[in-house]
């Protein structure tokens, strides 16, 4: 198992940048491609970026290219997601994720997405 707990949402205004961070525990955080989701109220869930276990490979999707940043701390068993620009349509209830796979998480969704955590909520007003 692997458990994962994000932080680091809130209310803040278009234009804003904000940084979500996520904590995992349980299995060896190597082994694990991490990844974030969002889903608006009435809306599919949105893949939104994807890195790999050694760092190298990131992946993002459209809508934040450009914007959106995913690092993370093999040390400190984290991932981030710095996000820049903020738009309202950014609005949405973020996900942590964890699978051997970032081609799992970039596909249907994060369908077979072996873990996931809470969510955070992030506003961004107009």
């Known amino acids: 198992q692997v458990q994962l707990v994000e932080s680091g949402g809130g209310l803040v205004q278009a234009g804003d940048s904000l940084r979500l961070s996520c904590a995992a525990s349980?299995?060896?955080?190597?082994?694990?491609?991490m990844g974030w989701f969002r889903q608006a109220p009435g809306k599919e869930r949105e893949f939104v970026a994807a890195?790999?276990?050694?760092?190298?490979?990131?992946y993002y999707g459209d809508s934040v290219k450009g914007r959106f940043t995913i690092s993370r701390d093999n040390n400190k068993n984290t991932v981030d997601l710095q996000m820049n620009s903020l738009k309202p349509e950014d609005t949405a209830l973020y996900y942590c994720?964890?699978?051997?796979?970032?081609?799992?998480?970039?596909?249907?969704?994060?369908?077979?997405?072996?873990?996931w955590g809470q969510g955070t909520q992030v506003t961004v007003s107009s």
């Open positions: 890195i790999s276990q050694s760092t190298i490979n990131t």
């Open positions: 994720a964890a699978d051997t796979s970032t081609w799992t998480m970039r596909t249907e969704g994060g369908l077979g997405v072996d873990y």
């Open positions: 349980g299995r060896t955080f190597n082994n694990y491609a």
